[in-house]
């Protein structure tokens, strides 16, 4: 009986130590797989990819006095473009700023230093990809109220979106959005206040957006805050400088400051650096896009840069070298001319062969573009 009752009491410590063991098993079991859930929940990993999207940007469109004269010989404004317009019509949004107002009036000849465009070219603006314009500049109301308000209805009837002026001080200031791929982009523009002192702006009437450090901070903030990707447009500087200006290199970076991701600069005539700045981009001056300023290389050297726009921010920036022949009209540079100009924007580009459909020739010809890369790895948590 004793032995029976060990036997029983052996049996039942066993079981009772088997019965902990599984418990303390399982209870590990669930901490491991409860470790394996927070893992997955909480992994590193590599985001989706948005949908890219492109912003072409140019320099100084000036389609007045002997560019006017060109056009009109040719009988078609687009024909200003079509060295490059396969170029321009790669970009999603095609931004420029347009150096005259567009009015009827009488012709302008060289050396006047009021600017005209006839309102026949609007549609080659058009149709070459522009998709939104800067009007702020010193010459867009050479021809006063009247010539601003025709500028602005031409513009409207073609869908083309302006910046920088407007029928009041308000629309001169405020910004304009634009939404391609599902990424808002904000566009704002202003010029030196010291280029147009002749003439003196209400609040009510046809107004400009002047350079001018509070308006900077305000306008680009509220815009940055309701924009993805916001763009700033800044007339000013010395005409044909190599270097930009102090006060706009401060302009600039107040402006990335107050939430700009990009800032775009002209009015120099010349091809300036290109600077980063806080991670993000200023180009101080791409040159004269279209104009008939032939009398030096310098003035006649252009670059238009093509954007890619991810995850919003700069993902990629493919150069262009242009330069305007005796035509007045921009034409791919290449070769040494072209490297040399690049060399200009001091950064590290790579070069890359890209075909381009010639239309002279009514085939395909290969050109060289100059492209800078940011290698960005991004890792989300969640």
């Not at 927070?38 to 006095?65: A, C, N, T, W």
């Not at 400009?208 to 306008?219: C, E, H, P, T, Y």
């Not at 763009?231 to 600039?252: D, Q, R």
Request: glycine share 8%; charged share 20%; proline share 4%.
């Amino acid at each position: 009986m004793r032995l029976n009752r060990l036997v029983m009491i052996a049996f039942l410590v066993g079981l009772l130590f088997s019965v902990g063991i599984y418990i303390q098993q399982h209870h590990d079991s669930n901490k491991v797989f409860s470790n394996i859930i927070d893992f997955k929940k909480y992994r590193m990993r590599f985001p989706e990819k948005q949908e890219s999207l492109s912003l072409v940007v140019v320099g100084d469109i000036m389609l007045s006095r002997y560019v006017a004269q060109m056009i009109n010989e040719y009988g078609d404004p687009g024909y200003a473009f079509r060295g490059v317009k396969w170029f321009l019509e790669s970009g999603d949004i095609v931004f420029g700023n347009l150096e005259n107002p567009i009015t009827s009036g009488r012709e302008i000849k060289v050396p006047e230093m009021v600017l005209r465009a006839d309102p026949w070219v609007v549609s080659a603006l058009y149709e070459s990809g522009f998709n939104i314009l800067s009007l702020a500049n010193n010459h867009i109301y050479d021809f006063g109220a009247q010539g601003l308000l025709d500028t602005l209805d031409y513009l409207e009837k073609e869908a083309i979106s302006y910046v920088g002026a407007g029928k009041n001080a308000a629309e001169a200031y405020a910004p304009r959005f634009i939404e391609v791929n599902g990424v808002k982009l904000a566009f704002l523009a202003f010029t030196d206040p010291a280029l147009i002192t002749h003439i003196n702006f209400s609040q009510e009437g046809p107004s400009i957006g002047f350079l001018d450090s509070g308006k900077v901070v305000s306008a680009v903030s509220k815009a940055a805050e309701n924009a993805d990707f916001t763009v700033v447009y800044f007339h000013g500087g010395k005409e044909y400088a190599s270097e930009p200006e102090e006060t706009i290199i401060n302009l600039a970076h107040l402006a990335i400051d107050s939430g700009a991701d990009l800032v775009l600069g002209s009015h120099p005539h010349v091809v300036q650096k290109v600077e980063q700045y806080q991670g993000k981009f200023i180009f101080y001056s791409l040159g004269n896009f279209i104009f008939d300023q032939l009398w030096s290389q310098e003035t006649r050297e252009s670059i238009i840069a093509k954007i890619s726009i991810s995850e919003n921010r700069v993902e990629k920036i493919e150069f262009l070298p242009v330069f305007i022949n005796d035509e007045c009209f921009p034409v791919p540079l290449s070769g040494e001319k072209g490297q040399e100009l690049t060399e200009k924007l001091r950064l590290k580009l790579k070069k890359e062969i890209i075909p381009a459909w010639n239309r002279e020739e009514n085939s395909f010809t290969m050109l060289e573009q100059y492209v800078f890369i940011l290698i960005i790895i991004s890792l989300h948590i969640g």
